[in-house]
Nanobody
Framework: QVHLVESGGGLVQAGGSLRLACAVSTAIRAYAMGWFRQAPGKEREFVAAISWDYSTNDADSVKGRFAVSRDNAKNTMYLQMNNLKPEDTAVYYC?????????????????WGQGTQVTVSS
């Protein structure tokens, strides 16, 4: 069974930065990995994803502010979040894809973490 554990969330002021990490219990080298978020009263939405070959894709709402990366040796994915805005407040989830190339579709991810809360104050 695959376990994913997010860390690095917290409370930050608008304009600040956070770095989330997603530690996976099995090798991630062959898989796409993704970040999603869910704000209160809203559906889960795509944030960023990274393919096996390190190519990435970001949601328009975070382009230029967030960056996804991976360290296969540590079986860990990261999300560097800069210039945070109050609308970034959400629970952030990491997920392992079913395939090697990234997707923004949650149904193409079959293993999920429990989430980490990010709160951005104005």
């Amino acid at each position: 069974q695959v376990h994913l554990v997010e860390s690095g969330g917290g409370l930050v002021q608008a304009g600040g930065s956070l770095r989330l990490a997603c530690a996976v219990s099995t090798a991630i080298r062959a898989y796409a990995m993704g970040w999603f978020r869910q704000a209160p009263g809203k559906e889960r939405e795509f944030v960023a994803a990274i393919s096996w070959d390190y190519s990435t894709n970001d949601a328009d709402s975070v382009k230029g502010r967030f960056a996804v990366s991976r360290d296969n040796a540590k079986n860990t994915m990261y999300l560097q979040m800069n210039n945070l805005k109050p609308e970034d407040t959400a629970v952030y989830y990491c997920a392992r894809g079913q395939y090697s190339t990234f997707s923004s579709e949650p149904l193409l991810y079959d293993n999920w973490g429990q989430g980490t809360q990010v709160t951005v104050s104005s």
